[in-house]
C-alpha cells in the first residue's frame, strides 16, 4: 500500500515524490496490453545509493505472466541488497522508516527482512569486502551487490563461466 507508505514516511520528514501513477505496455500472447502501477520514490537527493522506490502494481497478472518471469539464468526473485555505509546508524534508521520494518543485527553489519523474500543488508566499506572477495568497490553510500534466487546455481555457474566471468 503505497499510499499507507506515503503516510509513514510522511510523518518521518523523509522527502519523496509522493504516490506517481504510472503504466507501460506489454507483451501478452492476446497482443500489447496496459500494466499500471503506483510508485513511491524517496527524493533523489536524499538517497546517494541510488534509486529507492516501491511500487503496487495494480495490474500484477501482466507483469507475472511467465514469459516475462523466466530467464536463462533461472532467476527466480531478487533476495538481497547489499549496501556500503559509512556512518550505519542514520542511514539504518532511514531505511527503517522507510519499509516500517526494524534492523536486526547480522554478523559485523545490520538487515532488514522484508515480507516478499528481500533482505536489505548494511554493511561498512570494509566489511562489504571481507564478505564479498573481489567484488568492485564503490564510494559508500553505494549499493554494493544484489543478491538473487536462482532455480539451478549449477547453470549459472556455467553461463557465468561461459561468459568469460571469474566466479
Known sequence: DVHAMHRRISAHRLPTTGVIALQRDVPTPA?????RFECLHLEHGSTAEGLVQAAHHLTPELIHQPHLL???NGAKSLSEVVFSVSDLEPFITRYEQFTGYEAQRDGKGWRIDLPRASS?????PED??????GSLMTTPPSIAALG????DLGRVDRILRKSGLRV
Open 128 to 133: 562489504v569486502a571481507e564478505r564479498l572477495p
Open 120 to 124: 536489505l543488508i548494511f554493511l561498512r
Open 148 to 151: 538473487f534466487e536462482v532455480a
Open 70 to 72: 523466466e530467464h536463462p
Open 31 to 35: 497482443g500489447p496490453r496496459t500494466a
